[in-house]
């Protein structure tokens, strides 16, 4: 499909998108924190742009891409 939304540097990483996700298209990133990088990341081949993730999201983390 391709990638709709993103991951933003506002995430804390607390997994409500995680459980919230009907394709897990969202999952943990490896040594996010040694890259300085975010602590999930969205698979772009698996994200369907339901927007399911960012509703939950309680920081408002994901945002959807146009």
């Known amino acids: 499909m391709g ?27 490896a040594g996010w924190a040694a890259h300085g990088g975010d602590p999930l990341r969205v698979l772009p081949e698996r994200c369907t742009g339901c927007g399911e993730c960012a509703e939950i999201c309680p920081v408002d983390a994901i945002e959807e891409l146009p």
């Open 3 to 29: 990638l709709t939304v993103r991951v933003t540097g506002r995430c804390q990483g607390c997994g409500a998108c995680l459980l919230t996700c009907p394709e897990h298209a969202i999952r943990p990133h």
